[in-house]
């Protein structure tokens, strides 16, 4: 069973950038990161396959970069000039390494085999 920890979650103020890390336990293959406001339903923001393709939904696109150093088994989160409507609680999911790649559903928290417990982002105004 994979183990994934999230870490770098903060309160901060708007404009300002945070670095999200999810640790894995084993390596994994695709990997989402998710995020869930208060009160609304979990989102999908980005993902990145095994070979380091990666895609981000139109809300975070040119602010926020996925990445993952497989050496390491960490996925990262970049997330630069934050706006208060980026406050949630941010999930890392994956999948096995028998599903290397991402393809068109990564935005689908059924389909991740693998969760973390959450890392909080507060951004306010």
């Known amino acids: 069973q994979v183990q994934l920890v999230e870490s770098g979650g903060g309160s901060v103020q708007a404009g300002e950038s945070l670095r999200l890390s999810c640790a894995a336990s084993?390596?994994?293959?695709?990997m989402t990161w998710f995020r869930q406001p208060a009160g609304k339903e979990r989102e999908a923001v980005a993902a990145?396959?095994?070979?380091?393709?990666?895609g981000h939904v139109n809300s975070v696109r040119g602010r926020f970069i996925i990445s993952r150093d497989n050496a390491k088994n960490t996925l990262y989160l970049h997330m630069n000039t934050l706006k208060p409507e980026d406050t949630a609680m941010y999930y890392c999911?994956?999948?096995?390494?028998?599903?290397?790649?991402?393809?068109?559903?990564?935005?689908?928290?059924?389909?991740?085999?693998?969760w973390g417990h959450g890392t909080q982002v507060t951004v306010s105004s």
């Open positions: 990145i396959s095994m070979g380091g393709s990666a």
């Open positions: 084993e390596s994994t293959g695709c």
């Open positions: 999911a994956a999948k096995s390494t028998f599903q290397p790649g991402c393809g068109g559903d990564w935005e689908i928290p059924r389909l991740f085999s693998y």
